[in-house]
């Protein structure tokens, strides 16, 4: 784990404070998770700037933790499958051993057990997504669109069930807040299957049900002639159009869950919404030509998404601060 150095990450201090988060040590391990967030997770983590500066830092512990066990098993350079077993067991340990002062051994998963006990985020949840990391160890792919559904539920589903209680959702409206969080994580994880499927492919990995393979006529040999030509044959091409298809729809079923959020966050998830939906446009103006190359929303777009999004984030802070004067 990289230790940052003094007076590197100057610009997440403020929201540091506002978290409450005042001892050294923890600050640097929420910066690091920061790091990770800002180096790995560019569209989300302009998004999470929008949201109030103390709820970042706990965003960045959800993310820096997803994406540290992550790597483990998705590096195209040096995956180490073992180590994320040791991981898990290591952070399993330091989360039990915290309750006898003890401490977790590295930065994100210190980040991470205090992030779980400030919003009381469940076990259950975090150990979803570790088993689908461990399943990336083995599985190389889906038969059913179930199938993927059951990975989905730890690798994404979860992240967003993570992520609520930072979010706050109106009184009443949890459950179904619940549900749609739960959607639109299958939808940005979808949108990463669609973009990322040659890359997958050299992991030995596809993530499209093979259910729809077989529908649209298409193999893995098929999906390798196109990502070493560079071309699109007729069968991916209408694999392609079906997933895309498949994850707008998710997008829809989860949009209603926006307005069910506390006003500060509501503007944050929007811009989400908006730029990893934007991912599939990238594809369809790639003609979707994905299993060659890497395509992404320019960051011009993302730049106009996310400025108008913070001036109303911030005209929601100002209202919300308000309200509740006296």
């Not at 994406?67 to 098993?73: G, Q």
């Not at 057990?113 to 088993?131: G, K, N, Q, S």
Request: net charge neutral; charged share 30%.
């Amino acid at each position: 784990m990289r230790t940052p150095a003094p007076g590197r990450y100057r610009l997440g201090e403020r929201s540091l404070d506002a978290a409450g988060i005042v001892d050294a040590g923890l600050r640097a391990d929420f910066q690091e998770c920061r790091r990770l967030h800002a180096e790995h997770g560019r569209t989300y983590y302009l998004a999470t700037a929008l949201l109030p500066p103390a709820k970042r830092p706990w965003v960045w512990a959800l993310y820096g933790f997803a994406r540290y066990a992550d790597e483990f098993v998705d590096s195209l350079t040096s995956p180490d499958p073992a180590a994320l077993v040791r991981f898990e067991e290591e952070f399993w340990r330091g989360l039990d051993g915290a309750r006898a002062g003890g401490t977790a051994p590295d930065a994100v998963s210190r980040a991470m057990a205090l992030t779980m006990e400030r919003w009381a985020i469940p076990r259950e949840h975090v150990r979803a997504f570790l088993e689908s990391m461990r399943m990336d160890i083995t599985e190389t792919g889906y038969a059913t669109w179930a199938d993927l559904v059951h990975y989905m539920h730890g690798s994404a589903a979860v992240i967003g069930l993570q992520m609520l209680p930072v979010l706050e959702p109106l009184p009443g409206l949890e459950e179904p807040a619940a549900r749609c969080a739960r959607t639109l994580g299958e939808a940005f994880q979808m949108s990463n299957f669609i973009r990322d499927v040659g890359e997958d492919l050299e992991r030995g990995r596809v993530y499209l049900p093979q259910e729809d393979l077989d529908a649209c006529g298409v193999d893995r040999d098929e999906l390798w002639h196109c990502r070493r030509s560079a071309s699109l044959t007729p069968g991916v091409r209408t694999l392609l159009e079906l997933e895309v298809a498949r994850t707008r729809e998710l997008y829809a079923r989860a949009r209603p869950g926006i307005g069910m959020l506390h006003p500060t966050s509501r503007d944050a998830i929007a811009c989400a919404d908006e730029l990893y939906g934007g991912i599939l446009g990238a594809v369809e103006d790639a003609d979707l030509r994905v299993l060659h190359q890497r395509v992404s929303v320019p960051a011009p777009r993302r730049l106009r998404v996310a400025l108008p999004a913070l001036a109303r984030a911030r005209r929601s802070r100002r209202d919300e601060r308000a309200w509740r004067r006296p």
